[in-house]
């Protein structure tokens, strides 16, 4: 079980709910890979009616809502979209998305910090979306953030783990879960964020633009079992050289 702040889940899989072909593909992949926390742009959501299209199942099928702020330029727009997002979907917990930039979508790791310290403050669960950043990643820790949420590559990009090695370091300083966000395009990327030893992954665009969202959303939920199982059975480390599997010349001493 993966616990953050005051909720466990038996899913290491989140996901996004934008880029569905219909809100009913959406649902239904949602269902298919498990997930228990689903985020969803505050931008996207009627926060005036509760059966708006996207919340009405989402809220029927008893997920846990995970608002996030994208679109926010600045902190104080965060801080504002969080504000909103508590009051009209009744939860403090809280993806924190800060994007000045829109070709690249990079997160700005100084508005971020200073959003992630007030709304801390506030009483939020905070999930703030950040750089692979090791040193940011402690800075958030710190700030009293419920997880950090590294990117893997650009959003949307499919690009797999580009950060990996900085997600190495930030796996093993971090004292919060660390939940890998962002350009994951692959199953088996899942699976190699899992594998590092990532508490859980997010993904969007994988499963929304996949040819077929749903067997997809089944496919990551399996690749993420499967990288968790390997991680906690302890993955048997790289050498340079080769080393036989079995001895090589028993069978000789016959002649001997
Ligand atoms: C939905 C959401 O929060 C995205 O901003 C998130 O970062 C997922 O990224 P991908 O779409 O690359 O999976």
């Known amino acids: 079980m993966l616990k953050i702040a005051d909720k466990t889940f038996s899913s290491r899989l989140f996901t996004g709910t934008g880029k569905f072909s219909s809100t009913q593909v959406m649902a239904e992949s949602i269902a298919e890979s498990g997930s ?78 200073k959003a992630a310290e007030a709304l801390v403050k506030e009483g939020f669960v905070v999930l703030p979306y950040c750089h692979a950043d090791p040193v940011l990643c402690k800075h958030l820790e710190e700030a009293g953030c419920a997880a950090v949420m590294p990117l893997g590559a650009p959003i949307g990009s499919n690009k797999g783990l580009a950060s990996r090695d900085f997600l190495d370091i930030i796996i093993d300083q971090a004292k919060v879960p660390v939940v890998v966000d962002a350009g994951i395009g692959a199953p088996s990327h899942a699976a190699e964020a899992m594998e590092k030893g990532a508490d859980a992954v997010l993904v969007n665009t994988a499963i929304a633009a996949a040819a077929d969202p749903v067997a997809m959303a089944k496919a990551f939920k399996l690749a993420v079992e499967a990288g968790r199982m390997a991680y906690e059975a302890g993955l048997a480390g790289q050498v340079k050289q080769a080393v036989a599997s079995s001895p090589l010349t028993a069978f000789l001493d016959e002649l001997a």
Do not use: C
């Not at 994208?70 to 979209?81: H, L, N, T, V, Y």
């Open 36 to 113: 228990e926390l689903v985020t969803m742009a505050l931008k996207r959501v009627d926060i005036q009616k509760r059966d708006d299209d996207i919340l009405a199942p989402l809220i029927a099928s008893g997920v846990n809502l995970l608002p996030n702020t994208s679109g926010a330029k600045i902190a104080k727009e965060a801080i504002f979209a969080a504000r909103l997002a508590r009051e009209a979907l009744g939860t403090n917990w809280l993806k924190l998305e800060i994007h000045p930039d829109p070709k690249y979508l990079m997160p700005d790791p100084i508005e971020t910090l």
